[in-house]
Every structure is written in C-alpha cells, then in structure tokens.
C-alpha cells in the first residue's frame, strides 16, 4: 500500500519545483483526510482496519511457499483478506449490538481445545511457522466464535426442515438412494517412505525413510490395537494429505472400484467385518523393483449391501435431513452477508488504490 502511493506521488518531487510539490502534498493530504492514513486499508462504519493487520494474514497464508506471490498475485490474495476482515468486522460490529461478543472463557476453553493434540513446544512451533503470536491467535478464536455465534443466531436458529420436506426430497431423488452394488465405508492410515512429501497432520509428524516408516507404522498398529481411536490415530499421524485430517475417512467405495484397488488392500478389506482394521499393509512404489512407497491401515467402518434404502431408514432419514439444512443454511447465510453488507458503510481504499494505479502498471 506504502508502495503504491509513494508511485502516485513521487513524480512531483522528482521535478524539484517547490510549488507543484506543496500543491501535490496538499492534495494527497486532503485524499487521505478521511482516510485517516495512508496505513489504513478499509473503513467499516467508521473504524478502520489497518494494512498491518492485512499483512500479518497475507505473510500467514503465503509462508511456506516455495515461490513468493508476483505484484498481481498479492493484490489479489490481499484484496481477498481484506474482503473477509471487512465482512468478520461486520459481524463483529452486529454482535456488539445483539450481545454477542465471545467471553474470555469461551476463547480460553476453545484455546484449550485446539492446544490439546500438541505439546507446549509442538503448539509454539505451529504458531511460528503460520507467523502469528499466541495473542494474534486467541484474537482469531474470539473473532471466530462471535461471528458463529451472531450466525447461529441469524440463520441457522431460523432453518426449519420438516418432515414432508424430507419425504419430498425423498420421492423426487429416491433412484439415489438404490445401491446396484455394495459399498464399503473405509478410513485408512498411511505412512510413506518419500522423505520429501509434506504432511498435515496435527502432530506435524513425517517417516524420513523406510526404516522409520516400519518403526511408525508399527507404533501407529500398537495404537490401535491397544484400544486408541482410529480417527484420532489418523488425524495425529496419517501422512495422507486428502485423509489425515478427517480422521482417515476415505468415503463410501463400491465394490467395483474395490476390486480395482491394490491386490492386498482388496484382499485385506473383503477379509473384515465393519468395524475391524487390517494389519500392516505394504504398497509398492514400483510393482516391477518392488520397493516399498509406503505403509497402510484400513479400516472397514460398514458396508451396506446393494438395494433400495427406504426412508423409513434412520440414516436415509437423517442424511436427507442434513442435506437440507445445508443448503439452505449456505443460501440463507449468503442473503445474510449481502443485507449486513449493503446496511454498513464500507471505504475499500485498497481496492480503489488499485483501480487508480491499473493504467499505470506496465
């Protein structure tokens, strides 16, 4: 932002006349008088929100990555941040007036939450590799449980999903619910001999080599076996990016896309009963030389065998339901956004900096 107005005005200090340069100094100072600074990227009823605080998401977001965003492509992330802080101070201001500010103890019970997986030290790390303070983050949390809060209370409280909405839905979709062939809920844990893959999992945990793969993947079947949670295993120590971080949930794969799977993991599933998990199986990086890529666990959650489901099934029932109120929770959350929006007084002066410069860029 800085830069972008140095560009506008450093021209009439280049020319070294004293008079265009007062009249182009009065001239930006009169831009920004309602502004309040040139630091300042945006105005929601009045309060600002800083370029500081901008940055602080932008360098978040961007850290990490191996290639740092071109001059178009953060000012297009930035624009983005901003949108959503505008949006998040919306919701702030709304909840002030409704009561709904999140307590001290809610952001502190909340904090205890996400802390709980991690040590001390594993929890700082985190927070030094996204750029944040532990201060920057409980004010996230706070933000973040109010606007749920001033949601909750907006939209979701106000859905209303019948029963003759769900036997609706039901009639006009019931080919859907008509399995031709059995499906099998599935959640897995994997560990790989690839040094170099990134993981996300909460323990931020990573086999180095073969060796360590075997020594992981062993520890994570002891795990298992001596009664601990799949989903938490998987969450804490899976290195599959698709999966960890819902506990492993691979979805519901029909019997055919099984049998197209790996020999041994097919073979190994067809072999459980819903609930069970395979022991330790290996998955070959190359068929040919036979070195081994990584490790996996499976487990068999259900299976549902071919046929109509009826609705008179608590889970067809319920998954109807479910549906429901999602989508109309999204429409009626976006119609939300869109009154607040139009009700607040909103100064992007980011967004009109941008469009000033865009003839200038070269």
């Known amino acids: 932002m800085n830069e972008l107005i140095s560009k506008r005005t450093g021209n009439s200090w280049v020319g070294g006349i004293l008079a265009l340069s007062v009249f182009a100094l009065l001239v930006a100072s009169g831009c920004n008088s309602g502004r309040g600074g040139a630091d300042v990227m945006a105005k929601v009823n009045g309060r600002k929100i800083m370029a500081a605080d901008v940055d602080k998401y932008f360098r978040s977001q961007t850290a990490g990555s191996p290639e740092q965003p071109t001059a178009e492509q953060a000012d297009s992330l930035k624009l983005s941040i901003l949108r959503e ?45 996204r750029n944040i303070t532990l201060d920057d983050f409980k004010r996230d949390l706070r933000r973040s449980i109010t606007v749920d809060k001033v949601l909750n209370k907006e939209v979701t409280t106000k859905i209303n999903v019948t029963d003759a909405d769900i036997d609706a839905y039901y009639n006009t979709h019931k080919p859907e619910f008509n399995l031709i062939e059995p499906q099998y809920h599935l959640a897995r844990i994997i560990v790989t001999t690839i040094p170099a893959q990134q993981v996300r999992n909460l323990k931020n945990d990573k086999a180095q080599s073969d060796a360590e793969a075997k020594k992981k993947i062993q520890m994570i079947l002891n795990s298992l076996d001596a009664g601990n949670d799949f989903a938490t295993v998987a969450m804490n120590y899976s290195e599959d990016p698709d999966t960890a971080a819902n506990g492993g949930d691979m979805g519901f794969w029909p019997q055919s896309q099984l049998q197209r799977s790996d020999p041994m993991t097919r073979d190994a599933v067809l072999k459980l009963k819903p609930g069970q998990y395979t022991g330790v199986i290996s998955l070959p990086l190359n068929p040919q030389t036979k ?14 065998p071919a046929g109509q489901r009826e609705l008179n099934d608590p889970r067809v029932h319920q998954a109807i339901h479910d549906q429901l109120v999602e989508r109309r929770e999204q429409m009626l959350k976006a119609a939300y956004y869109d009154v607040i929006r139009d009700q607040a007084k909103i100064d992007n002066y980011f967004a009109e900096e941008i469009l000033k410069n865009a003839g200038q860029q070269k």
């Open 85 to 129: 802080l505008i949006d998040n101070e919306i919701l702030m201001q709304r909840a002030e007036k409704l009561g709904l500010l999140a307590t001290d103890e809610e952001v502190e019970k909340k904090l205890s939450e996400v802390k709980a997986p991690y040590s001390p030290e594993e929890f700082a790390k985190r927070l030094q590799e």
């Open 291 to 304: 070195q081994i890529g990584a490790y996996e666990i499976v487990k068999l959650i259900s299976k549902e």
